[in-house]
């Protein structure tokens, strides 16, 4: 698998938000959101090549028990359900950060197959979490997202959860559209970067007349973007 970076820091953004983390950030993504602010792990021709033993090794010497594995969009990689199911082996929590653009459920199955055979199924279901994009329409992508992902994130929502990134007030009452369509449950929305000032989606929040959209979103700031510069790496 190509590696853009393995490090440790705390999860700066959704259901594990200020959690110690060991981040495994994958090379190359299929999409180019206009927001976009880890565009130097899209390029397919950049990263670093490592074994699946070299990516554990590196992983378990930072000490943390949850593992956010992210990109670029991780699930491009042929390899990754084999490394999940090492990870759940180690008694670690495993979280995917994914676009929406590949099909998660797809995924789950492969890791169903190694998981038989190496680690007890029911691990998947306690330590094994997904964080599912819903690229809204200022992303520039919003006709790549595949339906059943949200299908999926509707009916395990235990698990998995949907991150809205909203650079538009257009951005924001598509939210409730997408929500009211799979009956999201456990959703959270932030700002692009510089494109939309936080007021401005709490104030959308709060006056929200549809209690059931209001009751399903959970404002979402990322930490590491407060806590260092929004240009530093590794953190």
């Excluded at 699930?75 to 950060?97: G, N, Q, S």
């Excluded at 029911?122 to 992508?141: C, M, V």
């Excluded at 692009?192 to 399903?216: C, M, R, S, T, Y």
Aim: with cysteine.
């Amino acid at each position: 698998m190509k590696v853009n970076e393995i490090f440790k820091s705390i999860e700066g953004e959704g259901m594990h938000a200020g959690k110690v983390t060991t981040f495994i950030r994958l090379q190359g993504c299929n999409l180019k959101c206009l927001y976009c602010d880890t565009q130097h792990a899209g390029d397919s021709e950049g990263g670093t090549q490592m074994s699946r033993p070299t990516i554990m090794s590196r992983a378990i010497c930072n000490f943390s028990n949850h593992v956010s594995i992210t990109g670029g969009e991780p699930l491009l990689h042929e390899e990754l359900p084999k490394l999940v199911v090492r990870l759940l082996r180690e008694y670690r929590t495993v979280h995917i950060e994914t676009n929406g653009s590949i099909s998660i459920p797809e995924f789950f199955k492969k890791v169903q197959e190694h998981a038989a055979r190496t680690v007890a199924i029911l691990l998947l279901k306690k330590f094994l979490t997904f964080s599912i994009d819903y690229k809204l329409p200022s992303s520039g992508h919003e006709m790549q997202m595949l339906a059943e992902n949200f299908e999926y994130a509707a009916a395990n929502s235990d698990t998995c959860s949907v991150k809205f990134i909203a650079g538009t007030q257009e951005d924001l009452w598509q939210i409730c559209d997408v929500i009211r369509e799979y009956k999201l449950e456990k959703c959270f929305v932030g700002p692009a970067f510089q494109q939309l000032d936080p007021q401005e989606i709490v104030n959308w929040l709060v006056n929200l007349q549809d209690k059931d959209v209001q009751g399903a979103l959970r404002l979402q700031l990322q930490l590491h973007k407060i806590i260092w510069d929004p240009e530093k790496r590794g953190v």
